[in-house]
T-cell receptor, first 112, second 115 residues
Framework: QQQVKQSPQSLIVQKGGISIINCAYE??????FPWYQQFPGKGPALLIAIRPDVSEKKEGRFTISFNKSAKQFSLHIMDSQPGDSATYFCAASMDPGNQFYFGTGTSLTVIP | DTEVTQTPKHLVMGMTNKKSLKCEQHMGHRAMYWYKQKAKKPPELMFV???????INESVPSRFSPECPNSSLLNLHLHALQPEDSALYLC??????????????FGSGTRLTVV
């Protein structure tokens, strides 16, 4: 059973546009929600993360919006650039715990 | 040093070969992990080591054998693999056993091809 559901599977955005990726979860014990960015041939790299006591977190062009009641969170990439083209994974973890539950990934392509 | 270093970066092996993947970190992290990632899929957890002891084995076939010789080093020994084992093998480490507490660092992975 997929603990974290992610959509869309792929996304094409024009340069300068806004990229939005959505995730939903069921387990209310989750208390940490990171987003990972992965380029081909590389390992995932932490992009930004949020905890459920905060509804929004912004770091540069990247923003996480978190809706605890709906059990949903999303990544917004403002002013998307071709260098943002990568696969993005949302994830969730809980304490105590030892692993991340990953979403299925979104392949983002930003066209010039 | 804030990196997890994996070697080799690429490995091609036959189904009768024995090979090992190596992972090293010098961040003082006491939890280390092996993941397997197929193309266009999320990483799948294989093994977790906590304080050099195997704490989780996610029903991984015995042809994969992990080893943690010390707190900085993690190996994955491979023997009699199948072509479907071809994947990107990722190592990760975290400072605490709860990855959300202090973050989680992935290596760049070993691209394994079984022929």
């Amino acid at each position: 059973q997929q603990q974290v559901k992610q959509s869309p599977q792929s996304l094409i955005v024009q340069k300068g546009g806004i990229s939005i990726i959505n995730c939903a979860y069921e387990n209310t014990a989750f208390d940490y929600f990171p987003w990972y960015q992965q380029f081909p041939g590389k390992g995932p790299a932490l992009l930004i993360a949020i905890r459920p006591d905060v509804s929004e977190k912004k770091e540069g062009r990247f923003t996480i919006s978190f809706n605890k009641s709906a059990k949903q969170f999303s990544l917004h990439i403002m002013d998307s650039q071709p260098g943002d083209s990568a696969t993005y994974f949302c994830a969730a973890s809980m304490d105590p715990g030892n692993q991340f539950y990953f979403g299925t990934g979104t392949s983002l392509t930003v066209i010039p | 040093d804030t990196e997890v270093t994996q070697t080799p970066k690429h490995l091609v092996m036959g189904m009768t070969n024995k090979k090992s993947l190596k992972c090293e970190q010098h961040m003082g992290h006491r939890a280390m992990y092996w993941y397997k990632q197929k193309a266009k899929k999320p990483p799948e957890l294989m093994f977790v080591y906590s304080y050099e002891k195997l704490s989780i084995n996610e029903s991984v076939p015995s042809r994969f054998s992990p080893e943690c010789p010390n707190s900085s080093l993690l190996n994955l020994h491979l023997h009699a693999l199948q072509p479907e084992d071809s994947a990107l093998y990722l190592c990760a480490s975290s400072q605490a056993f709860y990855p959300g507490a202090y973050g989680y660092t992935f290596g760049s992975g070993t691209r394994l091809t079984v022929v």
